[in-house]
């Protein structure tokens, strides 16, 4: 395995020059209703979930010793907060034209629930940070598959798709900051893996709900061709199933680390060029 691929020294906070408030289409991705509501449904997790893992990150960092050896970790912490909160204000908006469009968003209800449930139960900061990097490493695999592979996202309308991998880029860079907090702070692997195991679970049902409460609204639901292209975007050439079945399965190792890349371009190189060619658009803030 190719060892992990060091983090940028820091991350910058970039606003994305793009207005959403204009609006898009209603099949903003290439005319397809499945890949358009499913990319729908993970837009609509984002605010809320986006949220708990600002909080986690921050409430985590709070109990790092004193002394400048974690100086560093602490400006990370800052640059992942910014970033996220960043992505959270973009899917917002990105959030409200689905509204105008009539589209319903029952996932930030039940993630509010749920997490509002986890507070009551779980005092140890730890346990937050585990989940939160269970679902890091969830986006980061979505992110480098928007990044690497042209059919994830081909025929999708051009604006949308700079949006998607501005989010990628951005996550590719600080997937592992929660990771290397948890560890910072003496992190079990046996937490680590059961919160995995829930999360997988949890993403899994509440993607498909959303998904199909998409496609009821949206009218689609019971066209051929709408399932035929979800099997297309899941089980097809380069699909999420074959992309994705093998980095999930190496959340397990004891010896895992979200920065390490089997590619022969690494995630973090990925990144790295988008953001260089695209900086156009994107404006430092912090």
Not at 22 to 32: I, K, L, T, V
Not at 104 to 112: C, I, K, L, P, S
Not at 125 to 130: I, K, N, Q, S, V
Request: one cysteine or more.
């Amino acid at each position: 395995m190719r060892p992990a691929t060091p983090p940028p020294e820091r991350l910058i906070v970039r606003k994305l020059e793009i207005d959403l408030k204009r609006g898009f289409a209603r099949h903003w991705h290439g005319g397809r209703a499945y890949r358009t509501q499913f990319f729908n449904a993970l837009s609509m997790s984002f605010p809320v979930g986006e949220q708990f893992f600002i909080d986690a990150v921050r409430d985590a960092a709070r109990a790092l010793p004193a002394g400048p050896q974690h100086d560093a970790m602490r400006e990370t912490v800052a640059g992942f907060i910014g970033q996220e909160a960043t992505h959270r204000r973009i899917h917002g908006l990105y959030n409200e034209e689905l509204e105008r469009q009539g589209l319903v968003n029952r996932w930030q209800h039940w993630a509010t629930a749920r997490i509002a449930r986890f507070r009551r139960l779980v005092s140890d900061p730890r346990h937050a940070l585990a989940v939160t990097c269970a679902y890091e490493h969830f986006t980061a695999l979505l992110a480098d598959g928007t990044l690497r592979h042209t059919r994830w996202l081909d025929g999708a309308d051009a604006d949308m798709q700079t949006v998607w991998r501005w989010h990628a880029a951005e996550e590719t860079e600080h997937c592992a900051v929660a990771y290397d907090l948890y560890q910072a702070l003496g992190g079990s692997y046996r937490w680590r893996v059961r919160w995995y195991l829930y999360v997988c679970l949890v993403f899994g049902i509440d993607a498909t709900r959303q998904t199909l409460i998409n496609l009821w609204r949206d009218g689609t639901l019971l066209r051929p061709s709408t399932w035929a292209d979800g099997l297309r975007l899941f089980w097809g050439r380069d699909g999420l199933v074959w992309r994705c079945a093998g980095p999930m399965l190496a959340y397990f190792r004891r010896d895992f680390h979200p920065s390490q890349d089997t590619h022969a371009v690494p995630a973090q190189t990925l990144a790295a060029r988008w953001l260089a060619a695209h900086a156009a658009l994107l404006r430092p803030v912090r």
